[in-house]
Structure formats: C-alpha cells, structure tokens
C-alpha cells in the first residue's frame, strides 16, 4: 500500500506501486498522457507523487530501454537530414523531460559506451550540465569548478556590443567596445547563439613572465603601443534626463536657460553650452559643473497668501548638472513626454576610454587583473621572431589557481591564429594536447609554446624560455574612471556635520574604527585627533548647570541663557556629533551635565 | 664571581641571571667579561619592555584578528579513521574568548597511569569503564506488560558478552538507581514493577522511559571514547567531560588529564588552571589552523580573563560589561541600558581612556598623548615681562 499523490494533494492508495508508475511513464511516452506530467516514487517517505504545477525545473534526457538508447543511428541520420525535429523525438518517447524528483529514481549513463541493464536514461551531452555562460569558456574541463564559476560571471561583465540598437537607448553604465573580435579558441555555444556576431573580447598575445614587479598581485602589463593602435578601447555612455514637473496652483517647472535673478544661479560659465531653449546641443564637450538642461522650478513652500504676491514668486534653479569628475561629449538629445504627459528632455554623454592603469581585464578562466603599468613598446620584452606580446601576465596566478584551462588556451590560441581558423575547445571535447603541440612545431615553433625571448630595456636575452601564445581577453566594465575620488574639503551633512557619503556627492573618505584602532595601536594620539577633527566645533559650557549655552554676540560673550549673565561659561572644542549625542540624551530626558576641569 | 650576579638581581629577572650563570661556566667566562655580557643582556632586556603608554589591549585584538580573518572553516574528516569530532578554528576562538559556560564539543584527553598502558587490552578495557552505557545499549526490547503493570526488558546477550556484563551485576544497578521500583529476575532479562501502587499507563510509560536511561556503568556524561597514541603516550580521547568522576578512577594519570571546559577545570583545579587552559586551548586552535600569534597575546588575553578570579568572557556579559566609563559600555553594546542606568543612579564619567576621548575629540591617553608636562609657572614673573 503506497499512498498516491497529485500535486501535493492526498488522492488513494495503490497495491503495487512499481507497476503503478511504469504504466503511467508508457503512457506519457507513448502519448497518451501529456509529456508535462512527472511521476516519482519516494523511498523514505513510501509514497507516488504526481506532479504537473507550474514552476518545476525539468531537462531533456534521453530515454534507455533494456540497455539500448532510443536514439538511435537511423533517427539521427533522419534529424540530420531534416526529417526529423526535435518535438517529433519528444512525441515519439525518444527524449523525455525529467523534473528533480523523477530524476532521483533514475540511473543516467554519460554516454553510450557506458549503458548497462540498470540504466533507465542516456545523457545527451555531458555538457548539458553546464549553463549558457558557463558553455562559453573552453577547456572548463581542465580547471577547477571555483575558477568556472569566476570565469563565466566574469563574462557577463564583459564590454562588447551588448545590443544592436545602443544608439537609440538610453542605458546607464553602458558600453561598447570598439574593435571586438571573435574568439580563436572557441565552444559549441559560441556558434549555437551567434557570439561570432557580437562578440566582446579580443585576442591578444600574451606572455607567462614578470616586468619589473608592475604584474605582483593580479595585476598585468599592457603594451601602450597595442593601446595607442586600439586595443581594448571603449565609449562609455551616461544617460541624464530631466522632466518638468507640475505642481498644485498651476505652477511647474520650465526647461530654459535660467535667469541670472533665480534662486541658486550658478554661474555664467555654467550654463555656456546650453541653445536658447535650455537644453544642450549635440556635440558639447562638456566637463566638471557644466549644466547638461537648464531648468527653474516654482518656489518650494507656497502658502496660501503667496500664490497672490509677485514678489515671493522668485524660481529657484534645478537644472542638470554633469557632475564632479565627469566629462565628454554629448551623444545624443531626445525630446520627448514621460508617462504623465509632462515634457522630458534625455541627455546622453559619451566619452572615449581609452585603457590606463587600474583598468580591468580578464581572461575566461576567472583570471582577473588590472592594468599596473602601460609599457612602451619600445621597451616590451620581445622574443626572437621579434614578436612583443599586447599583455603581460603574471606566472603566480597559476599555480594555486589550478587554471589549465587558461594555459591550455594560450597554446591553442596560438596555434589557431598560425593556422588562421577557430578551434572548437568544447568542454569533454576539446583536442588533443599533442595535436596541437606537433602543429606547432611543425611550424617551425617549440613545441611547449614557449619562445626565447629578450629584455626591451637592455637587449639582453633572458635565461628562461617565455611561455607565450594568445589568449582571448576582455575588457571589464570596472573602470577606474568611474571610481577614482578623492576629497580634501567639502560637503558636510546638515545634522551630524560630518562629510558626506559617496562619490556622486563629492563625499569624504570614512577614516573608519579600524583604521582608528590603528593610530590608537601605533599610539598616535593627536593625528588621531586631527583626522576627527571634520565636525570639530567650539560650544559654551555653563559650569554651574553643565549645559552648552549660546554666544551672545551683542555683549562679544558668551552666555548660559538659564543661569543668566552671572555664572562662568566657558568655550570647550569638542566633536559637533557629541554635542548631537547629549542633544538627544536631553530629549530622552536625561539630563547629561558637563564637568570641566582645568587641564593644566 | 657571585658578587657580579649579586649586583644585578634587581635589575634582571632570575631566569636570565640563572642562564647567563650557566652558560658563563660552560664557556668559561672571566669575571670581565661575565660583566660585559650582563650589561649587554640587561640592554636587551630594558630595550625588549613595552614601554608606558603602549596599547598593548588593541595590539593583542589586533594580532587574534587580522589571522582570524584567514582561518579556514573547512574542516578535513578522514573517511574511515576514527576521530572524535571537535570544534577547531574560529568558532572554537569565540568560544574561548566568549568564556560560553558548555563548548559545543565537550572533550577531555584522559591519560593513563604508566602501569595499565603496558598493552592495548588493559587500554581498551579501561576505556569501555569509562563510556557511559545505559541500560538500552545493552537490551533488545523494552515491552509494557499491561496485565502485570509491568515493564520486560531484554537483554541482548551478544552485547552482554562483547562488554562483559553479568546479569547480576546488572540486577545490583538496577535495584540501586531505580528506587520504589521492584526489580525481579526473569529468563530473558529483568521485569521492573513500581512498587508505588498507581499502575496507570503514564507511570509505567515513565518507568520505562527512566529504565532505558539508567546508567550500568561508566561515568555519565561521556558518550563516546577512542584510545590513541599521542607522542608515545596512551590517550583516551573522550567525548562528554566529567574531570571530577575521572580523577576518583585509579587507572588515571591525574597530571595530564585535561578537559576542554574551562569552567569545569577552575571549579575542579582552580582559577590558575582555568589560566592556563584557556592559553593551551588557543595555542591548540592556531597551531590546528598554523597560525603564528605572539605567546604574549595569548598570555595577557588569558589574564585579562581570569583575573577577577571568575572565568569571564570578552562580552558585555563579561569584562567588557565591567568598564568604568558610561560612554565606552554604551558604545560597545545594548547603549540604552547603559545610559538609562547611568542617569538613574546619576554615574560620572570621568574620560580617562582611548574610546571616550575619540567621541568627544580630544587627544586620547595613549602614545603621545598619555605624558603631560608639569611646571610651575611663577605668575609675578610672567608678569614682570610685560
């Protein structure tokens, strides 16, 4: 007696539940019920589960009968032909969808040599196993799983020509690289979804060696001559927009040039791109501060009175700006309505990258690095059929990492472009080691993949022999032009008068309670003293009541408002975020009394 | 000769005094230069003490946690070897630090007395007296006889055998832990009636529950025991610890024995023994994960722990709870109990030290700031000048 149940719901009992569950599989193999549907038996628990809700993860596989593969010869000749399609195999019984639950009561061979008896189902490639992403690097059987994982994520934030119509979207954080390539090493992904057609890496030439200690650390070499002739360079578009809004009492904002009398007018200078109706023209080279659309909003707090009084009415400026640290030039306007009705102007900036230092790179085999130095080409090491690789990369990041996969493709990057055609690296098919070291040598190459090579700065020649080949490459959108920020002085927050956070907003750097345990640790008491300085106030101290009192500016001293002019007050320097503590402690009624004491 | 020494006995410690000694006679050393070789260690020695001011608190914190960061949680289970499990790595650190009154993996190493480790036999067999076993471990089948009000149990002969139990022996247990209960002997094990005259279904389902629980030998608390070989010694790792119950066995080595729960050993040994437990059971867990942090740190840590004479964790429990500024125990942890309490009981804050100083900004009494410079000033002068 086995307990049956359909989609989680109690429906009977059957005696045999074996039989039960094969006539239901023939049936949906043979058409009867639909392909959809999934039937699995739980050994721990003793019951049949039906299952054919929405929302379970099922997979192809292919169906095993009495040790012999459904698929067989014929059909495949037929399919190749095109007889056949693949929802006929599905129709026929040959291949199957299996949900996670069904997939526990089934043994699947890898491949077909491996069928016995027991096996109920045949894989249809081991590579099913892998995701889209995951196709994408070659060689992935040569590596480690954790080094697969980084390599495809890597992938996706890779630079290439992410959409055919990038000229008419306005995306943030987007670009496009400007020479991509495809890929000499290459998987069968590549060519199932067209990567050949919009690829977003490079083929660059690599060497395995050190330069002067700029590669330490992930970090890598590239030739500033490769760059000067276009390697890895990018456009980086930034999308503004801006909208008028309407307020209540017919009032709303108004795109134009603003009036030099509005409220929170910048600067003439400021507003020098913009075209008599307040909106930039295409083309603007636009740096720090410059106004992208000028616009005036209504006066904030209107009360009732005011709606009347023409004086009040002064606008105050909320234009566009392009914001500190960024520049080019502007890519594109458009003029348009938003959702509800009002004008929207979308601005968007364009700028060339052209690779520097702190740039990122990476290969597919989670090997991620940036940029340490640009090295003239003059001074690149260069092996002795006078190539100079594009890239250097640093030894010390095989070892530990176990990357195969990544060496492995700099030998067969090199013999595909010798050769002039893509090599197919699929995963569990990838060509043979040997193949590829005899192609090599056979023109007239070592057979390792390693080249003498010699020192750019002296012409000496060096002792090792440099393992070098090419290695297709991308381009990272992490790119230090949109992260570098310092700040000497700035902007402050309103209640704590401490600097405020972030880049955008010009922020400072948080010296933060580890970094304080340093200075503490190394006993540097009064450095550590000038750094909190930031939000350093002076305030008055009554020392009778132990409040903080005013300063009475008319008098020229300061002042306990409750003790009145007879008690001492005295002016202390403290952190304006203490003096925020103790007002808060007031508010929660407790009553925090300053003592001072002479220091000296 | 002995004058030389003499003269620096303030100013060295007498473990360097007694080393230089030694190594003087060896090589032969002429009072001149015994003295030299003084005044160059006594050199060493005052330029090797932490001077005042230093912040040796953040340094110790410091040095446990930037390698703590780099522990490894992984940890390695040989497939098929026999090993007590225990907690390593950062979570067994924590635990230390934190002073948790049970460990996660109560653990003891019993060591043997040199007499009974002559063969593995005698080893085996001391351990399997040490194991906790219950009356279940041993039986098959505990039945309730309805008509009797009584609970069968039996016995499973083979695990008698194997453990070499006698079903008198037993019968002795049984009649000593189980009060108000009638033991009888019976062919296939024993027949327990509560000689208590309730006879309903609760009670005899709790006598039977009680029954399976009783302990027929071996120490309670100890669930698991593995003889091994450590550094040519005989050791009993045990899983459970019950140091009091150990030390009254005849077979053990009471020096060496040791058990990982730190407040068993200082209500057993004393608070000195707690000291040194915590330090062994950090330079176990660095060593474990090969980490090299200064024995000083983990010495004054220990120290700091044990000092009030009570094992006291790193906690607002503990002795971070016990500082005497307001404004530091309310910026570590739970603020508004600190402060609500302070302005009930109307407590001063006197700001003497480092996190104090930082809120309100003023130069904090470390390094450089910790001296000040006392003069007088005479103010007639000063005002001569003028």
Redesign the interface.
Known sequence: MVDVYLNEKYVGVVDNSNEFIDTIRKKRRDGTISPELNISYNEELNEVSVETNKGRLRRPIIIVENGVSKLTEELIEKIKSGEKKWADLVEEGVIEYLDAAEEENTLIALDEEEITKDHTHLEISPVTVLGVVTSLVPYSNFGSSSRLIRGSKIQKQALGLYATNFLLRMDTDASILHYPQKPIVKSFMHDAFGYDEHPSGQNLTIAVMSYEGYNMQDSIILNKGSVQRGLARSTFFKPFSLSEVRYSGGLMDEISVPDPEVKGYKSEKDYKNLEEDGIIFPEANVGTDDVLIGRTSPPRFLSGADEFNVAVTTRRESSIAIGEGNKGLVDAVFLTENDEGNRLVQVRLREQRIPEIGDKFASRHGQKGVVGLLVPHEDMPFSDKGITPDLIFSPHSIPSRMTVSHLLEILTGKVGSLRGSQIDATTFDTPDEGELRKELLGMGFREDGTEVFYNGLTGERFKAKIYTGNIYYFKLKHMVANKLHARASGRIQLLTRQPVEGRAMGGGLRLGEME???L???????L??ER??S??TIVHVCEECGLIGTYDSYKNKPLCPRCGSNSKVSSV???Y??KL?LDE?KS?M??PRI?LKGK? | MVDIYLKYKDELPGKIIEDVKKEAEINKLTSAEVKKVLEEVKHEYVNSLISPGESVGIITAESFGEPGTQMTLNVFHMAGVAEVQVTRGLPRLIEIFDARKEPSTPSMNVYLKSEYTKDEKTIRKVASFIKQMTLQEISSEFSLNMMKAAVEVTLNSKKLRDFGFKKADILETLKVKLKDVNVKECTKGFVLESSKEEGDLTGLYRLRQKAKEVIVRGISGITQVLPTKKDGKYVIQCAGTNLKEVFKLKEIEPKSTVSNNLFEIASILGIEAAKQAIMNECLAVLENQGLDIDIRHVMFLSELMTHTGNVKGITRGGISGEKESVLARASFETPIKHIVDASITGEVDKIRSVIENVMINQPIPMGTGLPGLVAQIKKEKVGKKK
């Open positions: 304080k345990d340093c503490v640790a190394h006993g540097a008491s009064l550590l003293k909190f300085d939000d350093k320097e403290l952190s975020a203490f503590l402690l929660l407790v009553y003592k000296f």
